[in-house]
C-alpha cells in the first residue's frame, strides 16, 4: 500500500474516535471510572514510596551521625571548621556530618615509660637512667587546639627535661635525694605543659644503671664506713665503762673497808679490765691501816 493512502486510512480512524468521543459527551455519557481510579491509585503509591524513601534517608543520616562518649570521654567538635566553645560529652550526642567534625579527648591518667638515657652527673660521672611519666588531660579544648599532638609533645619535654636536670645533680643526690629530684623534674614539666591542658602528676626515676668500676668503688667506701662506725662504737663502749668506773671510785673513796673487797672481788673475775688508779687516800686506807 502506498504511504500517502496508508496515511491517509490512519488519520481517517483517529478523526472517526474524536468523533466518537464528542457524541458520547454530548451525550452525557460518564467516562470511564476504572481508568481514573488506577491513575489514582498509582500516583498515591507512587507518592508513598518516595515519602518513605525520603524517611528512610533521614533515618539512616540520624544513625549515622549518634556518637556515644564515655565518663571518661569529652568530644571537641567542629562546626564547618570552628571549634564550638564547650567539649560535648559523656553521653549521646549528635555530630551532623560533613558540616560538623569531633575529636575524642581521653580524660584518665596516661602512663609513659621514658626509654633509657646516658646521663652525665654534675660531678663527671656517667650513668644510666631510666623514668616514667604520670600525667592527664585537664583541658580538653586547648589539648586539641594548642597542639598537633600532646601525648608526643609531652613525651618529649620529659625527655628533655630528665636529661638536663639530671645533669646539674650529683650522683649522691640522685641516689639519696630521690624525692627531691623527682619534684623538681615533675615542677619544670608541667610548667611546660599547662599550655597543652595536661597535667603532670608526677615524673618518677625508676632506675640508675651505674658502671662496674663505679659500683666497686661504692662497695669499698660502704665496707670502710661500716668499720668506721664498728671503731666508734667500740671506743664509745669503752668510754662508758671508764666513766661507770671512774663514778664507782669517787663512790667507794669515802668507805676504804669497802676497797679491798671491790677490787679483790673484780681481779679474778675481770682479769683484763684496767682498773683506774685509786687516789692517795684509798690506797693509804685499803692497804696502810690493814
Not at 659500683?215 to 661507770?244: D, H, L, P, T, Y
Request: glycine share 6%; net charge positive.
Amino acid at each position: 500500500m502506498p504511504f500517502g493512502v496508508s496515511y491517509g486510512v490512519a488519520a481517517q480512524k483517529m478523526l472517526g474516535k474524536k468523533d466518537q468521543r464528542k457524541t458520547e459527551i454530548q451525550s452525557g455519557e460518564p467516562p470511564c471510572r476504572t481508568t481514573i481510579l488506577g491513575c489514582s491509585v498509582m500516583w498515591i503509591i507512587e507518592i508513598a514510596i518516595a515519602l518513605g524513601s525520603a524517611l528512610a534517608l533521614v533515618a539512616v543520616y540520624l544513625l549515622t551521625c549518634i556518637r556515644v562518649l564515655n565518663e571518661y570521654e569529652r568530644g571537641v567538635v567542629f562546626h564547618l571548621g570552628r571549634a564550638i566553645p564547650k567539649p560535648k560529652g559523656p553521653g549521646l550526642i549528635l555530630v551532623f556530618w560533613p558540616v560538623d567534625s569531633m575529636m575524642r579527648v581521653d580524660l584518665r591518667t596516661i602512663t609513659k615509660v621514658i626509654e633509657p638515657q646516658d646521663i652525665i652527673t654534675r660531678d663527671n660521672v656517667s650513668v644510666r637512667v631510666n623514668a616514667v611519666l604520670y600525667f592527664r588531660v585537664v583541658d580538653p579544648m586547648r589539648s586539641v587546639l594548642e597542639v598537633a599532638d600532646f601525648l608526643f609533645a609531652t613525651s618529649q619535654v620529659a625527655l628533655t627535661t630528665l636529661r638536663s636536670t639530671l645533669g646539674q645533680a650529683e650522683l649522691d643526690d640522685l641516689l639519696t635525694e630521690r624525692d627531691k629530684v623527682n619534684r623538681r623534674l615533675q615542677e619544670i614539666i608541667d610548667g611546660h605543659t599547662e599550655p597543652w591542658g595536661a597535667k603532670v602528676s608526677v615524673e618518677e626515676v625508676k632506675d640508675v644503671d651505674l658502671p662496674e668500676p663505679m659500683k666497686r668503688s661504692m662497695a669499698r667506701q660502704a665496707e670502710a664506713e661500716r668499720e668506721r662506725r664498728a671503731k666508734v662504737i667500740n671506743a664509745e663502749g669503752e668510754f662508758q665503762a671508764a666513766n661507770k668506773l671512774r663514778q664507782a671510785a669517787q663512790i667507794m673513796t669515802p668507805y676504804p673497808w669497802r676497797c679491798r673487797c671491790a677490787t679483790s672481788r673484780l681481779s679474778p673475775t675481770w682479769p683484763r679490765m684496767r682498773i683506774p688508779p685509786l687516789s692517795s687516800r684509798c690506797r693509804s686506807n685499803c692497804w696502810g691501816h690493814s
